[in-house]
Nanobody
Framework: EVQLQASGGGSVQAGGSLRLSCKVSVSGFTFVDYDFAWYRQAPGKEREGISCLSPNGINNVADAVKGRFYVKVNHATNEFYLFMDDLKPEDTAVYYC??????????????WGRGTQVTVSS
């Protein structure tokens, strides 16, 4: 059974930073088996992909967060992170981590984590 546990959300003022963590728990898991992605869903909007990092060397970042958000992987702890800088009110959303089929960050999600709320005030 694969479990993804997201954490690190909270409330922050515009211009601030947050780090979201996603802990992966699965027997036999190896970090070269999946692409690592983060999605978000704002109220009244569809879920959107915002960043994905693949062991194949792909690093996709949505235009809305380019230059402010990035993904890193910690092989030692089976975690991956979303670093968010210069947060804006429009970044307010529920954020989800996900494991995608190993490829080139094509958006084929195999496993979802539970969301974590991020609220940015102006």
């Amino acid at each position: 059974e694969v479990q993804l546990q997201a954490s690190g959300g909270g409330s922050v003022q515009a211009g601030g930073s947050l780090r979201l963590s996603c802990k992966v728990s699965v027997s036999g898991f190896t970090f070269v088996d999946y692409d690592f992605a983060w999605y978000r869903q704002a109220p009244g909007k569809e879920r959107e992909g915002i960043s994905c990092l693949s062991p194949n060397g792909i690093n996709n970042v949505a235009d809305a967060v380019k230059g402010r958000f990035y993904v890193k992987v910690n092989h030692a702890t089976n975690e991956f992170y979303l670093f968010m800088d210069d947060l804006k009110p429009e970044d307010t959303a529920v954020y989800y981590c996900a494991l995608e089929r190993l490829s080139t960050c094509t958006g084929t999600v195999l496993f979802w984590g539970r969301g974590t709320q991020v609220t940015v005030s102006s």
